[in-house]
């Protein structure tokens, strides 16, 4: 993970680093986190890149387990990562900006149709397993209880 000076405009980015270690060597990753957000925000963004990954959004990496699902398109994929990172963030106690990004992609649509929803809930615990949140969930018990 690396930090960049994106303004307003650009909260982060993943790709894969093409070259690394040769051709039997595990994939490489990179990402990418805006440094002038706010940590809410950089947690949202690398909840929503790292979902990118795991739902196969790279192409397959049977290493991270994650499967090829690269032909989806564009608003899919968003819909899919932000919904990962919605659940990540939110299972957190954190409110991402989620609806109001996911609500741009859905607008008048109906690709929300074609959500894999147990690739989604899958990697959202993938997800929090990587970042060592799953056994800090705000969401373990009942509230009073």
């Known amino acids: 993970m690396h930090w960049v000076d994106a303004g307003d405009g650009s909260a982060g980015k993943i790709q894969a680093v093409p070259g690394v270690g040769g051709v ?3 994939r490489a990753y990179r990402i990418a986190i805006n440094q002038n957000h706010e940590p809410p925000a ?7 890149e790292l979902g990118h990954l795991f739902l196969g959004h790279l192409g397959s990496d049977k290493r991270l387990k994650a499967p090829s699902r690269p032909r989806l398109s564009l608003k899919q994929r968003e819909i899919e990562a932000e919904s990962v990172a919605y659940i990540v963030c939110r299972r ?29 809930m899958r990697t ?12 800090r969930s705000s969401f373990d018990s009942p509230s009073g209880a």
Do not use: C, R, W
């Not at 950089?42 to 929503?48: M, N, S």
């Open 124 to 135: 959202a615990g993938q997800v929090e397993t990587i970042l060592d949140l799953a056994s």
């Open 92 to 120: 957190d106690g954190i409110t991402p900006e989620s609806l109001s990004y996911l609500s741009g992609f859905m607008n008048g649509s109906d690709e929300g149709e074609l959500v894999d929803v147990y690739q989604v």
């Open 42 to 48: 950089q947690l949202a963004t690398i909840a929503h």
């Open 24 to 26: 039997k060597a595990a």
